[in-house]
């Protein structure tokens, strides 16, 4: 490596003090070399740091979410879409302005429709301010919508919109799905709502979210996120139920 070179070469130098000189001389040519090795020495040391990260499992990183573990994921104030009393929950923390949670919902009702008595859906918040300015906006919207009795109104028409949920989007979906406009105005600016954003961000801290969506189904990880890949593990589910 190229830090091994230099220091090679500063030592050669360190070490290579003239055969004749004035005593003023060799005490200057040996505070040089003192300061030449101490610098080597630091070169050597940021090399071996270097090198173990470099050498450092990815994995240690970043590790591992057990499949197996349940995490509790409480209901609180979230709204629930499907029977309330169903065995079987499906969670996502998600964000309105995230392309693949849209792409996920689909997929969410597909298994919905499967299991009518059996499953329940919740939403909870989890955008992503650094890299979704209008996903925060959005979820305040929804919670707001929720104390009108419409938040999965809302939640369909924003995810209809896609990415475009610029304010002027926001307030003609509250108009459109009849919403006391008022009212949606002061709940969706209320420290109540912010509050319930804040703690379900918190949440999805706690229970090891990374990006969005996360799926869990009776607070375990979705491993296979594909329609059958639920359903099996919504089977599996049932079955421990029951059992």
């Keep these: 490596m190229r830090i091994r070179t230099i220091g090679t070469a500063a030592l ?4 290579a003090a003239p055969g ?3 005593k003023s001389d060799v005490e200057a040519v040996q505070a040089t070399q003192k300061d030449i090795l101490a610098k080597v020495e630091q070169i050597a040391k940021d090399q ?5 990260k470099v050498n450092a499992p990815a994995a240690a990183a970043r590790p591992q979410v057990d499949p197996n573990k349940v995490y509790d994921i409480p209901v609180a104030d979230t709204a629930i879409r499907g029977p309330k009393d169903a065995p079987v ?9 995230c392309p693949f949670c849209q792409q996920a919902i689909p997929m969410v009702d597909d298994v919905l429709k ?10 909870k ?18 919670i707001a919508a929720q104390r009108q009795g419409k938040f999965w109104e809302m939640h369909d028409e924003l995810y209809k919109a896609g990415r475009n949920l610029s304010p002027d989007t926001i307030k003609g979906i509250a108009e459109k799905i009849g919403l006391d406009m008022k009212k949606f105005e002061a709940d969706r600016n209320s420290p109540e709502v912010k509050k319930q954003i804040d703690a379900e961000l918190e949440l999805g801290q706690k229970v090891d979210v ?34």
Excluded at 89 to 97: E, G, K, L, N, V
Excluded at 114 to 123: C, E, I, Q, S, T
Excluded at 130 to 141: C, F, G, K, S
């Design 12 to 15: 050669a130098l360190a070490l």
């Design 20 to 22: 004749c000189a004035s």
């Design 48 to 52: 071996a740091t270097l090198l173990s």
């Design 89 to 97: 929950t499906i969670t996502m923390f998600s964000d309105f302005q």
């Design 114 to 123: 499967a299991y009518p008595k059996d499953v329940r859906f919740m939403m």
């Design 125 to 142: 918040q989890f955008p992503l301010r650094q890299i979704h300015p209008n996903a925060e906006p959005a979820a305040e919207a929804a």
């Design 210 to 243: 990374r990006g969005t969506p996360s799926l869990f189904i009776n607070g375990k990880v979705v491993q296979n996120r594909s329609v059958d890949g639920m359903k099996a593990q919504i089977d599996e589910a049932l079955k421990a139920k029951k059992g």
